[in-house]
């Protein structure tokens, strides 16, 4: 049995769960998000993320974000940074604004280039001239800068660019002896990749929590084609399951609350205690799925 990559649990505590959400690019998606947090919020979450665009594309909406998180809610907001386009005295000052601002919790990330994220032109990674390499360094450099709490991704089935499984295991242990303090996975719909990586890590010394992200789906084609790009598998099952429901929304949505609970429960039993619930801006399913895990809603008073 497992507990975050180490072999206790507490099969009677109640599961501990985080959230991301993307910044919105219109008044609508923003209205969206909002009620996204707000019906999210009283599931008492460690903390949410807040995602950053490829090559920075977003860092002005991320941080508008974050800081309204921190501002209007009782929320531990986290924001995600990248090492794209962007000089070390950037990122420095990027994440000093961010610390003088009362938020210390960042998600590391090496990020991926616009080409890479729009589908055109080059899409390999060239790191800043000036700036950071990889995530291992943006670790150190935030450590140096502040008593700063990072998260950092996790790969089960390996990043795509890595060599190998054991090479890309090498990079996570790295970020974690730079002064990460959690990793969370890309998400994955095989429970037994992600304990057999648990395994790995343990095996490699990793100690620190592996939490894993969990994605709910309704469009299964557009999974698909996330997949492809981040190397995440999708078992033949899952597609049978989806197989001629495209003019079917409802029943998309029922089959997707489905099987997340039916992953995250299994999960459970192997002793998983934390999870982390790529939202996509969309409460239902996840609301759905928590209350499923026996979280409660607590009813706390906002800020302001």
Avoid at 123 to 136: E, L, N
Avoid at 193 to 206: D, Q, S
Avoid at 220 to 237: D, M, N, Y
């Amino acid at each position: 049995m497992y507990k975050d990559g180490k072999n206790t649990t507490d099969s009677t505590a109640a599961p501990r769960v985080s959230f991301e959400f993307f910044p919105p690019k219109t008044a609508e998606m923003e209205d969206q998000l909002w009620h996204c947090i707000n019906r999210l919020k009283f599931l008492s979450p460690e903390f949410v993320s807040v995602t950053y665009g490829a090559g920075g594309g977003t860092r002005e909406r991320t941080h508008n974000t974050v800081t309204r998180i921190l501002r209007e809610t009782r929320l531990q907001p986290a924001a995600h940074l990248t090492c794209v386009g962007a000089s070390r005295a950037e990122i420095d000052a990027i994440a000093r604004n961010y610390y003088d601002n009362g938020i210390r919790h960042i998600v590391a990330l090496r990020g991926d280039p616009p080409a890479a994220a729009g589908g055109a032109g080059d899409s390999s990674y060239h790191p800043h001239p000036d700036g950071y390499g990889y995530a291992v360094d943006l670790v150190a450099g935030l450590k140096r800068l502040g008593d700063f709490e990072i998260s950092v991704a996790a790969y089960p089935e390996g990043h795509p660019a890595a060599r190998s499984l054991e090479d890309d295991l090498d990079w996570l242990k790295r970020k974690i002896d730079a002064g990460a303090s959690r990793a969370i996975t890309q998400y994955f719909f095989d429970n037994s990749v992600y304990e057999r990586f648990l395994e790995r890590a343990v095996r490699a010394g990793i100690t620190v929590p592996i939490v894993p992200g969990i994605l709910p789906v309704t469009n299964f084609a557009q999974v698909i084609k996330f997949s492809a790009a981040c190397g995440a598998s999708i078992p033949p099952l899952m597609a049978r399951m989806f197989e001629g429901l495209d003019a079917e929304p409802e029943t998309r949505r029922l089959m997707a609350a489905m099987l997340a609970a039916d992953q995250v429960l299994e999960l459970r039993r192997l002793g998983v205690q934390q999870f982390h619930f790529y939202t996509l801006n969309r409460a239902d399913l996840v609301y759905a799925i928590c209350r499923r895990l026996g979280i409660a809603e607590v009813r706390v008073a906002s800020r302001g």
